[in-house]
């Protein structure tokens, strides 16, 4: 819950209160802030003197519950917004209105206790992780006189992962947008099913995966090491696959971020969006290609929304039938919109493909 949205919403539907009427909330929050460093806090309470209109038409008896409910909910406000916003003396005002972090490893602590906060999902037995999506993604096509165009394409991406080993999975997929040239059926054929079928070798789903990670920022940063050796972007674009799956698992998640929070070229982009429009923080890194890719945090919650990677200069693409230049700026990526648990996939289409999942 956004706690300071939730005092507007209370101080506009509330009527003004007199003198009489506040004297005794009023009291009650003196004596809990009545300390050192009061003055903001004082501040907050005193609005409760502003004359408002509309007050006269109150009951006595409701403008006192109001009055105390109001007090009450000052007071959680106040608590919650302290214990998490985290990143300042939880007894200043940068506490109450969350200033943002400072740099890349700030922002990734702070992830990092909001991912702590979170239950790992746990399925029962024939369950499904279902997770939505939307991506950004880039099209290139021809023109009649065989000019290459650009098209940036958002597309609805669904997916429901068993959690037990040896079972079929599902992607479901549909165009949504395109801001470009490109004719409609190129990027909007109706709703695609592709289910992925285990061979004769089990599978290993997303959860089963993450079932045999360790939650230890130091075990889990071993592990990265073990498979991808000590070369900073290398670990970087192993743990950024692992946290966009560890959704389900955020006690994976904050180890993640702790790790990332270590590694060099680690860098804040205070102005992040992605892929569903919302603005965000982003720690990213380099790639060293003309690329940068990021991991983006929700500005106030500290919660993951997502990844993307942003073309950093022009750049050439090889493509089956030629190269493009993809130009600075451009970007692709994807959010994640609600992760759940379903007991059972959905009712293919009836076009829908079947793949087959390699050992």
């Given amino acids: 819950m956004d706690e300071m949205a939730e005092l507007a919403r209370l101080w506009a539907e509330i009527p003004e209160a007199s003198e009489r009427d506040l004297a005794g909330s009023r009291a009650v929050l003196a004596s809990r802030f009545d300390r050192p460093r009061r003055g903001w806090r004082a501040a907050l309470a005193s609005r409760m003197d502003r004359p408002r209109p509309g007050w006269r038409h109150a009951s006595p008896v409701r403008r006192v519950a109001l009055?105390?409910?109001?007090?009450?909910?000052?007071?959680?406000?106040v608590l919650v917004a302290e214990v998490g916003l985290g990143g300042s003396d939880p007894h200043s005002p940068g506490a109450l209105i969350g200033a943002p972090p400072a740099d890349a490893k700030a922002l990734l602590s702070l992830a990092a206790r909001a991912a702590a906060d979170q239950p790992d999902m746990v399925p029962s037995r024939g369950q499904y992780v279902h997770t939505r999506m939307l991506d950004q993604r880039s099209l290139y096509t021809q023109d009649e006189a065989g000019r290459t165009q650009y098209t940036k394409v958002l597309v609805s991406e669904e997916r429901w992962e068993s959690a037990?080993?040896?079972?079929?999975?599902?992607?479901?997929e549909q165009g949504l947008s395109a801001t470009g040239p490109a004719p409609r059926y190129r990027w909007d054929d109706g709703r695609e099913?592709?289910?992925?079928?285990?061979?004769t070798c089990p599978g290993q789903p997303a959860y089963a995966r993450l079932g045999a990670w360790p939650t230890d920022p130091a075990q889990v940063r071993a592990r990265l090491v073990a498979e991808t050796g000590e070369e900073p972007l290398r670990v970087w674009s192993s743990l950024k696959g692992l946290v966009a799956e560890s959704v389900v698992r955020p006690?994976?998640?904050?180890?993640l971020y702790q790790v990332a929070a270590g590694?060099?070229?680690i860098v804040l982009v205070p102005d992040a969006v992605d892929a569903a429009g919302r603005p965000g923080l982003a720690v990213a890194m380099d790639e060293g290609d003309g690329t940068r890719s990021e991991l983006i945090f929700d500005r106030r919650t500290y919660r993951y929304l997502g990844e993307r990677t942003v073309y950093v200069r022009d750049r050439k693409v090889r493509l089956p039938n030629g190269e493009v230049t993809a130009r600075k700026g451009e970007a692709t990526g994807t959010a994640v919109l609600a992760v759940d648990l379903v007991p059972a996939l959905p009712e293919l289409s009836p076009d829908a493909s079947r793949m087959k999942i390699p050992c």
Avoid: C, F, H, I
């Avoid at 009055?67 to 406000?77: E, F, S």
């Fill in 193 to 199: 099913d592709t289910l992925y079928e285990p061979a």
């Fill in 263 to 265: 590694l060099d070229g």
């Fill in 67 to 77: 009055a105390g409910a109001m007090a009450v909910t000052l007071t959680a406000g």
């Fill in 164 to 172: 037990d080993v040896g079972k079929p999975w599902l992607s479901r």
């Fill in 251 to 255: 006690s994976l998640s904050a180890a």
